[in-house]
């Protein structure tokens, strides 16, 4: 071989510990060390196998440099450099090739594969809302903080009516932490999310609030089953499910028309509404015997006003039982996910203002989260009798 080069079909990404080469064509991942990313930079169309030996000859073991011309007949038949002097380019994919190719390398859990894909997307195609927006989502998997937020802000700046990439990049630009998600963040997030909702929480992220939730609340009531419950932030009824066998009347709220019909289909509920919860909490003169909500409070910031509002439609001897994020930081955490952390002191301060005493405050395993363990806090306060 002459000139070496990339092959033009091959995406790079730098890594830690070197690069990721990725051939989307044959579908083959290259891992390169320094000394192999080094090489591949270098063999760029312009220089001999020799050359190329030369340059990298301070970095490699004395005596090494004949491996060079190996390597490179070796990184040829791999398909990762072609000659300068050939047609290369024949197997190079299209922009709207490798969208796709990033959505089914998504959908089979690959995802650095799909990152060098959906990164070669918007080089190609800048103007490309949806695929900035995908590069945001990657990377932000990929913990890449910095590029989720350039990525997301591309998207954002095509689609500001996007209230959840709003709402995320507050996070991500660690600017102040809006007292709650709005309302069009929370609409948009589940507008998108209802109707893949049960099988991603289930069976993908292992979701076990409600079933934590009713251990809490169990641990207090006993075996209790005449009770007026509301289902605040009801969601698709997950919580109505485990609830239900207690409950004499059972209503639910959430600000999610699409997931309100979800908990419609389900036949629980002898009342269903869409209304903003503590809104709704403030507005109505029903009271309840317990108060239920689980994966809502991770939208609030300060509990003070959720929790006044949730102890006034208490009955006397009532419960407000909810989940939260376990936080570390006092009082609470906006989170890059764009969900609220507590830690515990903050409930017990909330409860006390409310002049609610606490019953218990456990935690346990909530769902996974990018592939790790989310520990939740599950509080269960009680409205003197």
């Keep these: 071989m002459s000139n070496p080069k990339v092959h ?52 490699l073991p004395e005596g090494e440099t004949e491996a060079v011309a190996k390597w490179v007949a070796q990184a040829t038949e791999a398909g ?20 796709k190719l990033t959505k089914r390398l998504r959908e089979q859990g690959k995802a650095q ?26 990377t932000h998997y990929l913990g890449r903080r910095e590029e989720a937020r350039a990525a997301y802000q591309k998207y954002f700046d095509a689609n500001p009516h996007d209230g959840e990439v709003e709402h995320l990049l507050i996070a991500l630009n660690d600017g102040p932490p809006p007292e709650r998600a709005s309302d069009r963040a929370i609409q948009h997030i589940y507008k ?11 069976q993908d992220l292992k979701y076990a609030g409600p079933q934590r939730m009713m251990e809490a609340v169990q ?7 005449d009770m007026t419950i509301l289902d605040l932030g009801c969601g698709s009824g ?21 997931m309100v019909e979800l908990a419609r289909a389900r036949n629980l509920y002898d009342r269903l509404e869409v209304g903003e919860v503590t809104q709704w909490l403030k507005d109505g003169d029903s009271r309840f015997d317990l108060i239920v909500s689980t ?8 509990l003070t006003a959720i929790i006044a509002a949730a102890a006034r439609r208490l009955n006397p001897g009532g419960y407000f039982a909810f989940s939260t994020e376990l936080g570390k930081k006092a009082p609470f955490h906006l989170t890059d996910t764009g969900r609220y952390s507590h830690h515990p002191d903050h409930v017990r301060a909330c409860a006390a203002a409310a002049g609610l005493t606490v019953c218990r405050i456990n935690e346990g395993f909530l769902r996974m989260e990018y592939g790790e363990e989310v520990t939740g806090l599950f509080a269960v306060l009680q409205k003197p009798a």
């Design 8 to 59: 033009p079909a091959v995406l790079l990404s730098p890594v830690e510990d070197g690069y990721v080469a990725y051939d989307p064509v044959a579908d083959r991942l290259h891992q390169l060390n320094p000394v192999a990313a080094l090489l591949t930079e270098l063999c760029d169309g312009s220089r001999s196998v020799a050359e190329v030996a030369e340059l990298a000859s301070p970095f």
């Design 80 to 99: 990762l450099l072609t000659d300068a002097a050939g047609d290369g380019a024949a197997g190079e994919l299209s922009a709207a090739e490798l969208f």
């Design 113 to 138: 594969t799909a990152h060098i894909c959906i990164k070669r997307v918007v080089e190609l195609e800048p103007q490309n809302s949806e695929a900035w927006f995908d590069l945001g989502e990657i």
């Design 192 to 202: 998108n999310f209802a109707a893949s909702y049960e099988n991603l929480m289930l």
């Design 219 to 225: 641990s207090v009531i006993g075996d209790r089953s």
């Design 238 to 258: 997950l919580a109505g499910v485990m609830f239900r066998p207690r409950a004499a009347t059972l209503a639910g709220v959430d600000l999610s028309p699409e």
């Design 295 to 302: 994966d809502v409070i991770i939208y609030f910031g300060d």
